[in-house]
């Protein structure tokens, strides 16, 4: 066969996928199938909010990834518990020999205004998107360090920063990233790389979102969880990329940016007094909702 010479990304390695059966896990599964991964297709099936486990949405994907000549094994357990985490990764060693990414694309919604929110609804989200990556995280970072090489990557999302009706995801996802720049800190001896995406593509998790944004498609997503788990990405650790169609941004990373000091403690009327030496940095979803109120007040559609 003339191809036999093209040898994929991700040849000889062994990658993990949690919430491959659907949307931007899918996508990412046969992309690393198709540039030479195996892969472990993780999926618990389930809704949007979490509910109705079937195993025949991981088998599905199992099944495009074979047909098209690909490697790859099927996994129907929820990243929520350590057995779940724990089999995904054993299911690669077991499966193929070895584990050289994990992936923690698994996610769910369940929206409710904070005054509203219960904890039926604060639980599930932050088992599923934070403890959901966690468990995975754990369970390949013993091999990973004992192997001296390795990729976790965490999905989280803009909304990390902040979300009106989200709480919940909001704080999963920011607890995302702080799990991941730890887990690029700890392993970082190791050889071990970590980094988070941040993805914005049609699914039908992205169809609950509330005002029209700019949308790429989950295989726009692919291309840099691939490039992220190749050896081109071996120093690559600690960062969040947004994906977004041909667009990819990297974030800041946390820093003070301004100080006050004096000798001893403050009082709070020297802190009154004081403050704007320090201030407040601006929150951008601020200023966004202040012009959704102004064009919502004048009758017309705020710009995207
Ligand atoms: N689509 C976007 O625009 C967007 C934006 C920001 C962040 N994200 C994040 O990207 C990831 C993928 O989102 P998507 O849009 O492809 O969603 P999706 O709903 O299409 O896919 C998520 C998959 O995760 C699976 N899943 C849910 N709970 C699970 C569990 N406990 N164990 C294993 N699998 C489980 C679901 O069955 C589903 O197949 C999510 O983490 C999401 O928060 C997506």
Redesign the pocket.
Known sequence: MEDEDVVGALEGKVIAV??A??????AVAIAAAAEGAAVVV?????S?D?KEPTSE?ADAVVGEITAAGGRAVANA????TME?GASIVQQAVDSFGRIDAVVC?????RERMLFNMSEDEWDPVI???LK?TFTVFRAAAPIFREQKSGTMIG?????FAASVAQAN?SAA?GGIVSLVRSAAAGMYKYGVTANCI?????????GQ?PFGLE?GE?EDVAPMVCFLCSDHARGVTGQVYTVNGGRVAVWNQPHEVREMRKDGRWTVEELAARFPEVGQEPMPILDRLKEMEAAARSGQKPNQ
Not at 21 to 26: A, D, H, S, T
Not at 77 to 80: A, G, I, L, N, P
Not at 155 to 159: E, I, P
């Open positions: 949690t919430g059966g659907r949307g931007i896990g899918r993780n999926d618990y099936g389930v949007v979490g949405v357990q929820s990243v929520t779940g694309v698994a996610g769910i919604l088992a599923t998107h959901g999905f989280t999302s803009g909304a995801y996802k941040a993805p914005v593509a049609r699914s039908r998790m992205s979102v949308m989950p």
